[in-house]
């Protein structure tokens, strides 16, 4: 009598070996990202940030945006402002063409204390068009430009891939603060602060906590991200409440900074940054 060797744990376990192999890489490479932008944000409001598509229909992606004009506490609802880690869903409906939805929240990145200001972003549908440019070995991601409907109203971005920025992590600022206050008579009035910038999260390129802020009596507190053609915009918030959201432009040559918006009290802000030198 022959005797057989039993192989179907062999096989079994070899079959359930190379599935979860399998498995594995695909987890690995369901999360791979499509493509990546650095975007400038118009129309009820402005601002900046990074949006990256992943191969698994998702995307994720941090902004910032600041209002066009005062009236942030109008008898309209308040609008979300300042800092969001955003998150949805897309796909493709025809070459070079996306569909979806995200949401932004304000629980993650740069979180305000005041109250009545954490209110959280709603894009209900958006539609993009990426333009392709050819390169040796094919093609890559040249523009995007997208359209959001949200509780903001309509929102546009406009985005390129991102680009190597000056690293700003560990340096120390001097800022001249003036506010204009949105009632009549106007009145203005002059701060002089100190922070420093470290970076943020590894994961979140280019974005940097505001620490260490001081000025007469009072501390502040923000977060500063820069973007593509060397854009900055910040939120920063007094220790008393009032948050302020600006955006400018960083020269990294001068090593200075030029911003401007709105606080949370209505009135208009002008911040100009330069970096210290203690050589």
Known sequence: MTNRINTWPLVTWTTILIFCCICIGYVARAQDPVDTWSVEIGGNVVGSGYITFLDDSTLTGYIIIKPTTGGIHSSAPSPPLGFFKIDGEWATDRPNHRRGF?????????????????????????????KMKTTETGSEPKKLSMTAQTNNGPMQFKGKPPVPLTDLDGTSWTAKVLTVTATKPHYTTHFTEFFTLTSSDPDLPNLYDLVDGTGANYSVTGCVLLSAGNKMAAQIEESGGTVRYVRGRFNPKKEKASLTGYDSDEASVSITMTEQNND
């Open 102 to 130: 995200f949401t932004g929240s304000q629980d993650v990145i740069c979180v305000p204390t005041g109250s009545g200001l954490n209110i959280d972003l709603e894009a209900n549908s958006f539609s993009a068009t990426v």
